[in-house]
């Protein structure tokens, strides 16, 4: 069992940025990031490969949004970049036992708690 504790949600202003941080209690291969706003379902964001060579985004957050991982520190982050309005969400940390990039809720094993983006426009 892997746990998941998000960190570093906030409210920032448009064009504004923030870094998410999700520590795992243990050694984990693919990770990813949702979104749920309210009223919405689930949204893949980004995820990354165990090695952190494999990366993918969603079209919406391309070029404003960055993944990586720290294998020693069995953490993963996600630099946002030039926030939205829209952007505002609860984002969620997932870890698949998967090796490389997976986009669905069903092919992630782990979920942490969750953390609040609130961006004003």
């Known amino acids: 069992q892997v746990q998941l504790v998000e960190s570093g949600g906030g409210l920032v202003q448009a064009g504004g940025s923030l870094r998410l941080s999700c520590a795992a209690s243990g050694r984990t291969f693919a990770m990813g990031w949702f979104r749920q706003a309210p009223g919405k379902e689930r949204e893949f964001v980004a995820g990354?490969?165990?090695?952190?060579?494999?990366?993918y985004y969603t079209d919406s957050v391309k070029g404003r949004f960055t993944i990586s991982r720290d294998n020693a520190k069995y953490t993963v982050y996600l630099q946002m970049n030039s926030l939205k309005a829209e952007d505002t969400a609860v984002y969620y940390c997932?870890?698949?036992?998967?090796?490389?990039?997976?986009?669905?809720?069903?092919?992630?094993?782990?979920w942490g708690q969750g953390t609040q983006v609130t961006v004003s426009s």
């Open positions: 997932a870890a698949s036992k998967r090796r490389v990039v997976v986009t669905t809720p069903p092919e992630y094993d782990y």
């Open positions: 990354i490969s165990w090695s952190g060579q494999g990366t």
